[in-house]
């Protein structure tokens, strides 16, 4: 069955800005009839862009363009630029078991190589998952133990020349059963752990 489902490369490249000091990491786009921008998390539903704007402009619909329901995507890279978080997600091949959004129906072909990725990051050395399987797939790349969601694990066995914390945050997930307010706090309290905030 797997054999005859088509193959999906990951749409956009990983978004590093300069002096990046977390690297935020879902698992992988929604198809593209759900996207509401060219970019990370572009579903209107995922409560991402909401966490960002509650913790970083006191407002979680201060992302949207005004009077719109769409994200201003401007707005979005100059916020991760000036916070240094850099986005990318875990899996780059996958295929849709199911068709739809779904991590619990998605066949990870191909992860992320995390290593060299971070390997453009000097000053990155964390990074933050938004969901459990995102999660396993870091646990799976670093050799370490699955955090439990809030947590953060310390990967000391990886070929960085530093320890690398390792954040499980909460899914993004409208299907999460989890308020964007709590969600927020979670993120909001990784944020300060790291300085960014």
């Not at 875990?90 to 295929?95: D, F, G, N, P």
Request: glycine share 6%; proline share 9%.
């Amino acid at each position: 069955m797997e054999n005859l489902l088509p193959i999906e490369n990951h749409p956009w490249q990983p978004f590093i800005p300069e002096g990046a000091k977390i690297l935020i990491m879902g698992t992988f786009p929604p198809q593209m009839k759900r996207w509401n921008m060219d970019f990370y998390y572009p579903n209107r539903t995922n409560d991402f862009w909401k966490i960002m704007g509650l913790i970083f402009l006191g407002n979680k619909d201060a992302l949207l363009l005004p009077g719109s329901k769409d994200y201003d995507l401007n707005a979005i890279i100059s916020l991760m630029t000036e916070k240094h978080i850099a986005l990318n997600d875990t899996v780059r091949k996958a295929q849709r078991l199911k068709g739809n959004a779904s991590d619990k129906f998605l066949n990870i072909v191909e992860p992320v190589p995390l290593f060299d990725l971070l390997g453009q990051m000097p000053d990155c050395h964390a990074v933050a998952t938004t969901g459990e399987k995102a999660a396993s797939v870091i646990a799976e790349l670093t050799d370490t133990a699955l955090p439990k969601m809030g947590e953060c694990l310390v990967a000391e066995k990886t070929p960085l020349p530093y320890p690398l914390e390792i954040y499980r945050m909460p899914s993004t997930s409208r299907a999460y059963p989890l308020a964007v307010e709590k969600k927020a706090e979670y993120y909001k309290e990784m944020f300060e752990k790291i300085g960014i905030l």
